[in-house]
């Protein structure tokens, strides 16, 4: 099993890292060649604005979009909750629109709102950190909730989209890839 | 230990990213729209600085607070080096990262901020090995190459990377003991090297 994890810009390197750790291989998708060959897709955290303009200008947006409907398994943090999200509050860009919510960019805040915290998940508790976070303001009915911060949702799925409003990536706690390895065998 | 990792993050997000100086919320929103990670919130870009000379400090904080609004990105703004009143300034205004900046003129000639005691995340310019490391010791969670600023002229900002990469490089192969005494030569701590 090959895990992608898209490279245009953000924090790929730390997703790599926790892979490593795991133990399972990975590579860095620039181009849609790469994307022949993954079995499942990591969107990492970053800036939605400059990630979405250059998977438009890539055409790697579009071809997601179709592996995607195919039954890839894909996983986005922070930014690529954003960019996976059928909705963005306020802003007009780049989206995939993959899973059934809405979500409002920078929502806790600006850096010096930025936390770290332990969240409880539907399979454990987990350390995480939230870094000028964007929330998921709300859900459609086939969206399952997986994870919580007191009364925000911060880990959601559907199908085969994983979100996370989070960071694990930063904190090193590998249980939340764990499960999205466990979505693609 | 906390709050360095949550500032390093942000500085982690910003990788592979394009910074741009913008001088007014139109360019703010410009450089926004052009896929910048961020903006460096200034009155006048560094090339101005140097040619009007002068006394250069912290930008106009309602400028600064105009361009926070215009963008979602995340902004920056330079202090002086030393100057910690101008950085509680920033912090309270809100700002995403503060630049510790050699572009401004430096308020202290012997001291950085000792920017551990803020929550806002620092970034700061370093020529070599050592001098980012004293940084990193004093808190900053990024560093930058000092380069020559405002000339448009990269090749020191390359020259710097290049040294910062092969002294760590070259430390890496010694013995312990070599890389003990480096690190007390350099006003290091060694677990901060290691």
């Given at each position: 099993?090959?895990?992608?994890?898209?490279?245009?810009?953000g924090d790929?390197?730390?997703?790599?890292?926790?892979?490593?750790?795991?133990?399972?291989?990975?590579?860095?998708?620039?181009?849609?060649?790469?994307?022949?060959?993954?079995?499942?897709?990591?969107?990492?955290?970053?800036?939605?604005?400059?990630?979405?303009?250059?998977?438009?200008?890539?055409?790697?947006?579009?071809?997601?979009?179709?592996?995607?409907?195919?039954?890839?398994v894909?996983?986005?943090?922070?930014?690529?909750?954003?960019?996976?999200?059928?909705?963005?509050?306020?802003?007009?860009?780049?989206?995939?629109?993959?899973?059934?919510?809405?979500?409002?960019?920078?929502?806790?805040?600006?850096?010096?709102?930025?936390?770290e915290?332990?969240?409880?998940?539907?399979?454990?508790?987990i350390?995480?950190?939230?870094?000028?976070?964007?929330?998921?303001?709300?859900?459609?009915?086939?969206?399952?909730?997986?994870?919580?911060?007191?009364?925000?949702i911060v880990?959601a799925?559907?199908?085969n989209?994983?979100?996370?409003?989070?960071?694990?990536?930063?904190?090193?706690?590998?249980?939340?890839?764990?499960?999205?390895?466990k979505?693609?065998? | 230990?906390?709050?360095?990792?949550?500032?390093?993050?942000?500085?982690?997000?910003?990788?592979?990213?394009?910074?741009?100086?913008?001088?007014?919320?139109?360019?703010?929103?410009?450089?926004?729209?052009?896929g910048a990670?961020?903006?460096?919130?200034?009155?006048?870009?560094?090339?101005?600085?140097?040619?009007?000379?002068?006394?250069?400090?912290?930008?106009?904080?309602?400028?600064?607070?105009?361009?926070?609004?215009?963008?979602?990105?995340?902004?920056?703004?330079?202090?002086?080096?030393?100057?910690?009143?101008?950085?509680?300034?920033?912090?309270?205004?809100?700002?995403?990262?503060?630049?510790?900046?050699?572009?401004?003129t430096?308020?202290?000639?012997?001291?950085?901020?000792?920017k551990?005691k803020?929550?806002?995340?620092?970034?700061?310019?370093?020529?070599?090995?050592?001098?980012a490391?004293?940084?990193?010791?004093?808190?900053?969670?990024?560093?930058?190459?000092?380069?020559?600023a405002?000339?448009?002229?990269?090749?020191?900002?390359?020259?710097?990377?290049?040294?910062?990469?092969?002294?760590?490089?070259?430390?890496?192969?010694?013995?312990?003991?070599?890389?003990?005494?480096?690190?007390?030569?350099?006003?290091?701590?060694?677990?901060?090297?290691?």
């Amino acid at each position: 099993m090959i895990i992608g994890i898209l490279a245009l810009q953000g924090d790929f390197a730390e997703h790599k890292e926790i892979l490593d750790k795991l133990k399972v291989e990975s590579i860095l998708v620039k181009t849609k060649e790469d994307l022949e060959k993954i079995n499942g897709l990591i969107i990492p955290g970053g800036e939605s604005t400059a990630i979405g303009l250059l998977l438009e200008k890539t055409g790697l947006g579009k071809q997601i979009i179709s592996k995607a409907k195919k039954g890839l398994v894909i996983f986005g943090t922070c930014a690529g909750a954003i960019l996976l999200s059928k909705k963005v509050l306020g802003k007009k860009e780049f989206s995939f629109a993959l899973i059934d919510t809405v979500i409002e960019r920078n929502s806790f805040g600006r850096q010096n709102d930025s936390f770290e915290e332990k969240i409880k998940t539907s399979f454990g508790e987990i350390s995480v950190s939230f870094i000028r976070a964007p929330k998921i303001k709300s859900i459609g009915k086939k969206v399952q909730v997986l994870g919580k911060l007191k009364n925000e949702i911060v880990i959601a799925k559907q199908k085969n989209i994983l979100i996370a409003t989070c960071h694990p990536e930063i904190t090193l706690d590998t249980k939340l890839h764990e499960y999205f390895l466990k979505m693609i065998r | 230990m906390k709050r360095i990792r949550v500032n390093r993050g942000l500085a982690k997000m910003l990788k592979g990213g394009c910074i741009m100086d913008v001088t007014n919320e139109k360019q703010a929103k410009i450089a926004e729209k052009s896929g910048a990670v961020a903006v460096m919130a200034l009155e006048r870009i560094p090339a101005d600085i140097r040619k009007d000379g002068g006394i250069a400090r912290m930008s106009d904080p309602s400028l600064i607070k105009k361009i926070m609004k215009e963008v979602s990105i995340p902004v920056m703004a330079k202090v002086r080096i030393g100057h910690f009143a101008e950085a509680q300034i920033l912090e309270e205004i809100g700002v995403d990262f503060i630049d510790e900046s050699e572009v401004l003129t430096p308020a202290d000639n012997e001291f950085h901020i000792n920017k551990i005691k803020f929550k806002t995340p620092f970034v700061c310019g370093a020529v070599d090995l050592g001098q980012a490391l004293r940084r990193i010791n004093e808190g900053a969670s990024m560093i930058r190459t000092k380069g020559e600023a405002g000339t448009g002229n990269i090749i020191e900002a390359v020259k710097h990377i290049r040294t910062i990469n092969s002294e760590l490089q070259k430390l890496k192969e010694k013995e312990i003991d070599i890389q003990e005494n480096w690190a007390r030569k350099e006003k290091i701590p060694f677990s901060l090297l290691k």
